[in-house]
């Protein structure tokens, strides 16, 4: 799912930068639960949530949140969350962004970088008198050789996109 990201990031020296107002990312998340929804299996299982650029500028920037049962558990204590385990949280982010992208007058996504790396994800609700940080996530950057073998598949993805658009209209010309 694409949305929309107010990012800023942080320098050495403390100084903060808007480095977008509007930033597209592709937001997924994986967890490791296979489908199944005992509630055993559901407190064990692990997310992952990931943030991508789309707009072809940053191909080698990704971010990862590992949210293990130990993590997550300590975001839930920290934030006072009622969500139940990772895959909620995941959940809850996913609905949280896609509704800051469709109501960016409501609800607002801000993703601050700082110089080490690591990155917070913050959702922030207008609550009227005051804005309202409804969920922080902590992210981190994700290491080159996990970059390269994404960028890899996702290149080869398109790649069999394409021979397939080429071989149901015929070759395309420029």
């Not at 592709?26 to 967890?31: I, K």
């Not at 191909?59 to 839930?76: H, I, K, N, Q, V």
Request: glycine share 6%.
């Amino acid at each position: 799912m694409t949305v929309r990201v107010q990012v800023r990031a942080y320098a050495a020296n403390g100084t903060a930068h808007r480095v977008s107002e509007n930033a597209p990312f592709e937001f997924r998340w994986l967890t490791n639960d296979n489908g199944q929804s005992a509630e055993g299996a559901l407190a064990s299982a692990s997310a992952r949530c990931e943030l991508r650029p789309v707009d072809g500028a940053c191909a080698f920037t990704r971010y990862a949140c590992d949210l293990t049962p130990s993590a997550f558990e300590a975001l839930r204590r920290a934030q006072s969350l009622t969500l139940r385990n990772a895959r909620e949280c995941a959940e809850t982010c996913a609905r949280a962004l896609a509704r800051a992208t469709a109501e960016p007058d409501r609800c607002l996504a801000v993703l601050v970088c700082s110089h080490d790396g690591s990155a917070r994800l913050e959702i922030v609700e207008d609550g009227g008198h005051r804005l309202v940080t409804v969920l922080e996530l902590p992210f981190h950057h994700v290491g080159e050789d996990e970059i390269r073998a994404s960028v890899a598949e996702e290149y080869g993805e398109m790649k069999r996109r394409l021979a397939a658009y080429a071989a149901k209209f015929g070759e395309i010309e420029c």
